[in-house]
């Protein structure tokens, strides 16, 4: 297809996953090249290659399979001079720009992980992020496909994350109701501590390790050798304000609801 050219790709998951390339497909979304066609929502194949990834996040979800991924490929038209088309269609996964200037393929990668019990544990320490997975995957496309849908302000938002790297943008960040809704903050300081290590010799050398605030005698004896090695441990710091939430590991929402409406831009 010479006057087509694949010009980016994008290997996303849904939300609470944390993705550069989420970001990037949403500021291109918004900002650049695509945002100035209408909402994909609305190009030609959208409801077929919907339905199409529905059915296959159903498949997948009935044999409990978890953390794969939607790629997307977009092409662009580099010549107006030719009305040629690569013959891609709602039957590819693809979908086209009413104008014929752009289409963007969609296909599900990375489908081998299985929902076990580590998966389980690592969901339920990351906000259930692999929970009906398969939902969250199709609603991640339905805010690609129109990003002022209902429902999708958090990806609405997410596009600034990329972009902060100056106090404003993450002022900005702060203000949004995403961050409010979706962070938890939790305030740590360094603190110096020692292993204190304990290593008796023999054929298999054996070893024992706990952690001290004070370091202890270097001793040698016979077989035995203990000593102490420094190291810097991060604790959580207890702060304190009405309505601030401690487990002993971190602070509850609250406290980036806080942190929101601090940094609130309604406030200036």
Not at 145 to 174: P, W
């Amino acid at each position: 297809w010479p006057e087509w050219q694949v010009t980016q790709t994008f290997d996303i998951k849904p939300l609470p996953n944390l993705s550069k390339q989420l970001a990037a497909l949403i500021i291109a979304l918004s900002k650049g090249w695509l945002g100035s066609f209408v909402p994909m929502s609305k190009w030609e194949g959208w409801d077929d290659v919907d339905g199409a990834l529905w059915r296959d996040c159903e498949l997948l979800t009935s044999y409990n399979v978890v953390d794969f991924s939607l790629f997307v490929n977009v092409l662009q038209r580099t010549s107006v001079a030719h009305e040629s088309s690569p013959g891609l269609s709602a039957k590819d996964g693809c979908i086209t720009e009413p104008s014929q200037a752009a289409i963007v393929c969609f296909t599900i990668l990375d489908y081998l992980v299985d929902f076990g019990s580590s998966r389980k544990l690592e969901s339920s320490w990351k906000g259930d992020k692999f929970q009906a997975y398969g939902e969250k995957l199709m609603h991640a496309l339905a805010c690609i496909g129109d990003l002022n849908s209902v429902g999708c302000q958090a990806y609405h938002d997410y596009g600034s994350i990329l972009r902060a790297g100056n106090t404003q943008s993450k002022a900005a960040l702060l203000g949004s109701e995403t961050f409010r809704k979706n962070y938890e903050c939790q305030v740590e300081r360094p603190k110096l501590r020692y292993a204190t290590k304990k290593v008796i010799s023999g054929r298999v050398p054996v070893w024992s390790t706990r952690i001290t605030d004070e370091p202890v005698r270097s001793i040698k004896k016979d077989n035995m050798f203990v000593f102490s090695e420094e190291f810097v441990d991060l604790l959580p710091e207890e702060l304190h304000s009405a309505g601030w939430s401690y487990n002993g590991s971190g602070y509850d929402a609250s406290v980036a609801s806080w942190l929101q409406d601090a940094a609130s831009l309604n406030k200036g």
